[in-house]
């Protein structure tokens, strides 16, 4: 059978800024940036593009075009069988977000919906939103998002994933720079623009600001998630290194233009203690409450909502669709075709993400353990290139390729050293912080515990070291010369 392939070198990337950019663009950065500094945070941000985010991605586009396989595969024959277990957490790990983030998928197609009826203009935000989540709709809504995504992967890379993302990339930035454009002219929003882009020198001092930014970066842009690899399996002769520029730089884009819509909004409207405490209500409280409210004091307040939510529903809508497709991927490898394995992907997301769909607090539990598992995730695509031989991963599985931009032995200092370092002061850094703030840290049945991540980690890891020789076994395992 002839292997499927993206028709164009843009309609890879605009694939993967489809992949990158997600709901954590436009509901999560604004926050973020406004809570670590604003301007500061910013500087940080790009800087950890660089440091963290456009490494790994170059990391796994290059494992992806290698092996051609799906990321369970691919550890196993660039690290050897004994390693598959190290691909399972990952796709795993991505698996567990798609069965939750289809369901905040099915919350923006409620509010594009409902924006564009006005029924959101015409209810009392907190209102609509408690309405909304204590029923469901979040169910019916989550199972139409996975029908949708999965239909579109069906149809393959060329008539469905590269197809799909030519419309929704294009028109998501075109609406995000419609609403930033229109933020920019309400009354006082220059507030909002120093805020966001003039730093303060004193924020770039504070340890804080930098984690906070990695963060961000990891969970933003995506690496480490398998995406990008499994959309390098189909890719032609695209350069790797200026390609996962151009995805990183774009991602990080979207969420200046996001976060310019939303902090002009809010200091437009709010004195400066009350926008603080909007950004402080959460992703789901400044998305679905504070903004909705803010939005009805806007001149073309139906125009806007609409945006914001359609904008919303695109982002996250093009995420789920890789996030499918990676799972649909490791499926394929084992030998059966894409339409089997989409069905069974799809019922399998349906039935797993039906905790989540009428849970809030489970899915905030699943947003906390497997948000952290990403960075983990990012930390085994530095072991994988290392166990190859980071050198010889340089110069036979990046530099090839590279008609643009070829990478130098800097590359190696920043993957064997300055990556596993930014790792441990996450890590370290995420586990205090829920020790320090949570009094049962120890108890895995707890939402934002450290038990219920190693907990969850340790099955996960157990069961994947144990049914090892098995993975390699069904995948048919040979380590690649």
């Given at each position: 059978m002839e292997r499927e392939s993206f028709t164009s070198r843009w309609g890879f990337i605009l694939s993967g800024l489809g992949m990158a950019i997600g709901a954590g663009n436009i509901w999560r950065f604004p926050r973020v940036a406004a809570q670590n500094g604003g301007g500061s945070f910013l500087i940080a941000w790009m800087i950890a593009l660089f440091m963290w985010s456009i490494p790994i991605i170059i990391l796994e586009f290059a494992i992806g075009r290698k092996t051609r396989a799906g990321v369970v595969k691919s550890f196993g024959m660039i690290c050897g069988s004994q390693y598959c277990w190290m691909g399972g957490f990952v796709a795993f790990c991505t698996m567990a977000i798609m069965f939750y983030y289809s369901v905040v998928t099915g919350w923006f197609i409620r509010y594009a919906i409902g924006s564009l009826k006005s029924s959101i203009l015409h209810s009392d935000p907190q209102i609509f939103w408690k309405r909304f989540i204590s029923g469901f709709e979040p169910l019916f809504f989550h199972i139409?998002?996975?029908?949708?995504?999965?239909?579109?992967?069906?149809?393959?890379?060329?008539?469905?994933?590269?197809?799909?993302?030519?419309?929704?990339?294009?028109?998501?930035?075109?609406?995000?720079?419609?609403?930033a454009l229109r933020s920019i002219f309400l009354p006082d929003s220059i507030k909002g623009i120093r805020y966001l882009f003039f730093p303060k020198i004193e924020n770039l001092f504070d340890y804080k600001t930098w984690l906070s930014a990695i963060s961000q970066s990891a969970w933003s842009v995506g690496p480490g998630w398998g995406l990008i690899l499994t959309y390098a399996v189909y890719s032609r002769n695209e350069d790797i290194?200026?390609?996962?520029l151009i995805i990183g730089l774009g991602n990080n884009l979207a969420s200046i233009l996001a976060g310019i819509a939303v902090l002009c909004t809010l200091f437009s409207f709010l004195p400066q203690d009350e926008a603080f405490k909007a950004v402080s209500s959460g992703n789901v409280g400044l998305t679905f409450i504070w903004l909705p409210s803010l939005f009805k004091k806007i001149t073309s307040a139906y125009l806007f909502t609409s945006i914001f939510f359609i904008s919303l529903f695109f982002a996250a809508f093009s995420s789920l669709i890789a996030m499918i497709e990676l799972a649909v991927r490791v499926i394929m490898d084992m030998g059966y075709e894409r339409r089997k394995a989409v069905v069974f992907v799809v019922a399998l997301g349906i039935i797993f993400g039906i905790p989540s769909a009428i849970s809030i607090e489970f899915l905030c539990n699943q947003d906390w353990v497997w948000g952290i598992g990403l960075l983990l995730s990012g930390f085994f695509f530095c072991l994988a290139s290392i166990r190859y031989g980071i050198s010889d991963f340089r110069k036979d599985l990046i530099n090839?390729?590279?008609?643009?931009?070829?990478?130098?032995?800097?590359?190696?200092?920043?993957?064997?050293?300055?990556?596993?370092?930014?790792?441990?002061?996450?890590?370290?850094?995420?586990?205090?912080?829920?020790v320090m703030l949570f009094e049962k840290w120890w108890n895995p049945f707890c939402k934002y515990s450290l038990g219920t991540c190693i907990f969850q980690w340790g099955i996960l890891i157990f069961l994947l070291l144990i049914l090892n020789d098995k993975i390699a076994k069904r995948y048919k395992l040979k380590k690649i010369p």
């Open positions: 139409i998002s996975f029908l949708l995504a999965g239909l579109v992967v069906a149809f393959g890379i060329e008539g469905g994933i590269e197809r799909i993302n030519k419309i929704l990339i294009p028109l998501l930035f075109l609406l995000m720079f419609i609403a290194v200026s390609s996962s090839p390729h590279e008609r643009k931009i070829k990478v130098g032995s800097w590359f190696d200092v920043l993957v064997k050293y300055v990556i596993p370092l930014e790792f441990a002061g996450l890590i370290f850094w995420w586990f205090y912080k829920a």
